[in-house]
């Protein structure tokens, strides 16, 4: 599975504007609330609930806030980019800048680790982080990732 065959474009979100960690959330999970047929809240408390059990700040700038859903048919995968940056309580301590969001059904966990393992491979390129950081619309980010993601 590649990431842009379950990234939903409209998710792409170049320029979050929150500065801790739940108010970044819930502007990731805003554009996933038709899709999902769930509240924004109940999707945020999902994505809280697994930060409570450590944080998804996996550090060099990059954080991937994921949870499982009960109900949902397939994997949903969301993108944000923050300039400023967010103390994402990452490993480094380093505030993140890079989000990938995902959400998946609640019993699909081979293909979620796959998925999380395809992402953290792509931005362990430090130049497909620098052109990510500097993306300013959604088709860039999608252009971005097609370009690396064909090598995976």
Do not use: W, Y
């Amino acid at each position: 599975m590649k990431i842009l065959d379950v990234l939903i474009k409209e998710a792409v979100l170049v320029d979050l504007k929150s500065v801790d960690k739940k108010g970044v959330l819930e502007e990731l999970t805003a554009p996933l609330t038709g899709i999902t047929q769930t509240n924004r809240n109940d999707l945020v408390k999902i994505l809280m609930d697994r930060e409570r059990l450590g944080s998804t700040g996996i550090g060099g700038g990059i954080a991937i806030p994921h949870g499982k859903m009960r109900g949902l048919k397939t994997l949903i995968l969301g993108f944000g980019l923050s300039r400023k940056g967010v103390n994402f309580e990452s490993m480094d301590n380093r505030p993140s800048h890079i989000f990938f969001l995902l959400l998946t059904p609640e019993n699909s966990t081979g293909v979620h680790l796959k998925l999380l393992a395809r992402i953290s491979k792509l931005l362990k390129d430090e130049t497909v982080k620098e052109r990510l950081f500097h993306a300013s619309t959604p088709e860039e980010v999608l252009d971005i990732i097609q370009d690396h993601d064909e090598e995976f």
